[in-house]
Each structure stands twice: as C-alpha cells, then as structure tokens.
C-alpha cells in the first residue's frame, strides 16, 4: 500500500502570543475562520498501536466524523514526514476497512476488538493556505486547546506548517519570518504523544534517551539524521520541562541529550568536511552544555552538606539558574534547535557533499571502524591510568563516555545474542570506568569549584589512602574494558 506523505514543521509558542500570532500580516488582512476540533484517540490498555509506532484518533469537526491513522515513519527533529490515512466515518468506534490504512493488515481481531479511548483533545483551529513569494504553498494551523487523559490534562499551543507545494526549506523560511513577530521554538511532540504521556502519567518527568532503531541498509548520512534527531528531540523536551520545574532531572537530561548530539557530531565529523556550519554548531552546542553545567555542578555537592552551607549552595544555584532562563528564552538558544532541523535536512552536508562516498556509505561499516578507533583511542591513552595527571585521566574518560554513547547510538546494528551479550558487557565496564573516574575528577576539581563559588566549607574528599586504593579500582576497571570483546566483532 502507497503512503499518502505529509510533511510539516511543528512550533510552540506562549499562550500569552496567540492573538499576536494569529494577527500577523503574513497570515493576510483577515484573520482566518476559527474551527473547534475534537478528537478521541484509541488503543488497547496496553498500548499495542503506540508500541507498534501508530495512532488512531476520530476527530469530530461539527456533525462530521473523520478517522485518521497516522505512522511515525520518518522523523527530523520537529519535521514530521508520516503516513498518513483518513477516511470519513459515521460512528464514534473506529472502522476497519481497506480504506482505513494498515491497521486490519498489522493487527489481529483481538487485538482491534480491544481498542477502548485512551484520551481526548479539544482543540481550537485556525487554518488557511499560504502561497509563498518563492511559488510554495504551505498551509499554517494555530491550535490552542489542551490533551486530556482522566484528570491529567496538557495545554497546546502550537503552530503547524504543512508543506503541499515546494521543497523543505520553505517551512523554515517562514518559521524564521514569523519568529520575528513572536518567540518560537521547534516543536518535537505530536498531540498523541502528549495524550500517550499523561496517559501513563509520565508527563512531567525527565525523559531519557530513547532507544534507537537503525537499519543496518542505511547509510552514514541517514544514520547521522536519525541520532542527531532523537538528541535534539530529548532536549527539547527537557528543556520544556526544565523551564516549567527547574528541576534538577530535567536539567541534568537536557545535559546529556547535549552531549550524545556533541558526541555524534564527533563521531560522524568525517561527514562534514566542507561544510562551514557544522563547526559552528558544535561551538554553539559546547557552549549551551557548559552554561547547563555551571548548574548542574551544584546540583550534584548541593545533597553532600548540611546547613548552613547547603543553603548557601542552594542560594546560588537559584541565581545562576535565573541566569540560564534567561538565556534558554533568548533568540540564540531558542532558534539553534530549528537551525540544526534545517540542517540536518537541507545542510550542505547534505545536499552538496564534499565527500558523497562518506555520507553514502553503510553505517554498519561506518560503525564498524568508528567504534574500532575509539577503543583504540582509549587503550593508547590510558596505558598507566594510576600514574597519570588529573587532566589526562579526565581526557580518558570523556573519551570513554563518548564510546558508551556510541555504543547505544549503534546497538542496533548488532542484533543477535552473542552480539548483545557482549554488549552488555562492555557497557557495563565502561559505567564501571566512568565511576571511578569521576570520583576522581570530583576529588581533583570540587576545591576549585568552592573556591569560584566564594563558599568556605569542607567537603569529605577521601585521603591518600583511600584515593590511592581508588586509582587501583579504575585501572582495573579500564584493563577488564580493554579486555571485553568487541560486540562490532562477528
């Protein structure tokens, strides 16, 4: 079956915005009708069509009924490329026919049998077409409204760009032209993923990495997208999170989804050569991670003391966290996400390689030797690990957290139990490594961390007994590393 194709660019905006938004000139002399929309959308209590990567929704316009299923078959970092069916219905309970879309194909009786209404949206619509200077047109839709699961409720305000005529770099055009008349930022959840969220109650938590599914026909290039992706998508929503809570977890997540995207730009770099850009967003990216550690580096000593001096801590991770909220809401931190979509789509990396055998390459041999030279990195500069300085033992392990990341970029490129047994191995004594490692890095750098916080007091950092029994403890940990078998290995 052909998949009918949509493409469109999702942004967020305030709710305070809307009527500017929805007055902007380029929307014409007259703003468009407003529609109310409501939608239920279905699947079993245990989630079989959301696991399966499919939603089911019949949206309500009037007395009009139409069903759409929707695939998640391709994703960009708020660039939403999907299979899409719709079909008009007359009932409230959803309908299988060959018009319907794959669900009867991909699900048995039972399973359909056991749909129920998972959750709802009410959402208000303002909708029209757009012909562009440059011959494009793209239809914009401002919703306001909110996703209800139970009691759990989640306000949308959202403004969504569907290409039907033109290429890509149309939709970013425009996103940037109306960035100038009210603050945007890349928008990476679908109004099913929010229902989906407060329906397991998950809302509000820090959101880890998500496993990825590479397919091992795919090359280098496509690879690259899909990880940096998934990193920008991870951020995006812990940054939300972090701006509503200030949370310590959403903070720290938001971190690490910068530094696996930092870690991928490392590690697909040969990808780039030629491209004037890709520097200049791993400058942009070394720095947001920094302003986020600045916090997040209290954030770890603020549970090791007591009063007075964890209130004084605390004192000051409320001011340099007032600091970063005015930065993650300024210009050059709320566009770089919708930059690195364009990018990672229209990048000339992309489009006009300098090196078109790199980028097409299969990733299963790109990973392969990336991952070969990383361990080999590694072995060679942490030969005598107990004997080196400070600053060389902290090179190893920032150098061992980049192969975990690449490990977990890569997993599924190794199926097999032989493969995944050894994975789990390595990652195991990689974290092992990473451990020791870092309590080292705290005992050589917390005196200096103090000391730049103006605070007086005395954290227990372990004497030259016990560190040096915990130098032992990481070159054991780093030969059992060197010694595991490679899971690239067949």
Same mark, same amino acid.
């Given at each position: ?21 929805? *007055?902007?000139?380029? $929307?014409?002399?007259?703003?468009? &009708? ?55 219905? !007359? ?14 194909? #991909?699900?048995?009786? /039972? ?6 209404? @998972? ?38 305000? %959202?403004?969504?760009? %569907? ?9 970013? /055009? ?15 959840? !679908?109004? *099913? ?23 091992? +026909? ?5 690879? $690259? ?13 812990? %940054?939300?999170?972090?701006?509503? *809570? ?20 490392? #590690? ?6 030629? =491209?004037?850009? &890709? ?46 909220? !005015? ?10 996400? @919708? ?15 300098? &090196?078109?055998? #790199?980028?097409?390459?299969?990733? +299963?041999?790109?990973? =392969? ?38 490990? %977990?970029?890569?997993? *599924? ?18 974290? &092992? ?48 590393? @060197? ?8």
């Amino acid at each position: 079956m052909d998949e009918p194709v949509e493409i469109e660019l999702k942004l967020d905006f305030d709710p305070a915005d809307r009527d500017r938004l929805a *007055s902007c000139a380029l $929307f014409g002399p007259e703003p468009a &009708a407003k529609r109310r929309l409501a939608a239920t959308y279905f699947d079993t209590p245990d989630f079989h069509l959301d696991k399966a990567g499919y939603a089911l929704r019949i949206r309500k316009e009037g007395n009009k009924r139409v069903q759409t299923v929707k695939a998640a078959s391709s994703e960009a970092a708020g660039l939403f490329v999907r299979g899409e069916w719709e079909v008009r219905v !007359t009932t409230a309970s959803p309908v299988f026919d060959e018009r319907s879309g794959p669900l009867a194909q #991909l699900f048995d009786a /039972d399973t359909l049998g056991r749909l129920t209404p @998972i959750f709802i949206t009410a959402i208000e619509r303002q909708a029209a077409p757009l012909d562009r200077p440059d011959g494009s047109r793209i239809e914009y839709a401002i919703d306001t409204g909110e996703v209800r699961a139970g009691t759990r409720r989640s306000l949308v305000c %959202e403004l969504e760009l %569907e290409l039907q005529k033109g290429t890509a770099s149309a939709l970013f /055009d425009l996103a940037r032209t109306l960035n100038e008349q009210v603050p945007l930022r890349l928008g990476v959840m !679908t109004k *099913s993923e929010r229902g989906y969220a407060l329906a397991r109650n998950a809302f509000t938590a820090a959101v880890k990495a998500e496993a990825l599914r590479l397919d091992r +026909r795919m090359t280098a290039g496509d690879a $690259f997208a899909a990880i940096a992706a998934a990193c920008i998508r991870q951020y995006r929503r812990n %940054e939300d999170l972090l701006l509503l *809570s200030g949370g310590v977890e959403q903070l720290h997540q938001a971190r690490v989804a910068l530094r696996r995207l930092r870690t991928a730009f490392w #590690l697909f770099a040969p990808l780039f050569k030629g =491209d004037a850009r &890709a520097p200049l967003f791993a400058a942009d990216l070394r720095w947001l991670a920094g302003e986020l550690g600045e916090v997040r580096d209290i954030d770890v000593l603020v549970p090791q003391l007591a009063d007075p001096a964890r209130s004084a801590l605390f004192s000051i991770r409320e001011s340099r966290f007032g600091h970063l909220r !005015t930065l993650l809401d300024s210009d050059q931190v709320r566009l770089l996400p @919708i930059a690195l979509a364009e990018w990672l789509t229209l990048g000339q990396w992309r489009t006009e390689p300098a &090196a078109p055998d #790199l980028r097409d390459r299969d990733i +299963r041999t790109f990973a =392969d030797e990336r991952l070969e030279r990383l361990r080999k990195r590694i072995k060679r500069e942490g030969k005598g690990l107990a004997d080196l300085n400070d600053d060389h033992r902290h090179s190893v392990r920032k150098d061992a957290k980049k192969l975990r990341y690449a490990s %977990e970029f890569f997993v *599924s490129l190794y199926p097999g139990r032989k493969a995944r047994r050894r994975m789990d191995r390595f990652l195991d004594r990689i974290e &092992a490594l990473q451990d020791k490692l870092g309590r080292l890095n705290d005992i050589a750098t917390v005196p200096e961390l103090f000391a730049r916080l103006g605070l007086d007091t005395d954290l227990p950092i372990p004497g030259k007994k016990e560190r040096k029994h915990l130098l032992k403890d990481a070159e054991d940990c780093f030969d059992a590393l @060197i010694d595991s078998k490679r899971f690239w290995r067949d």
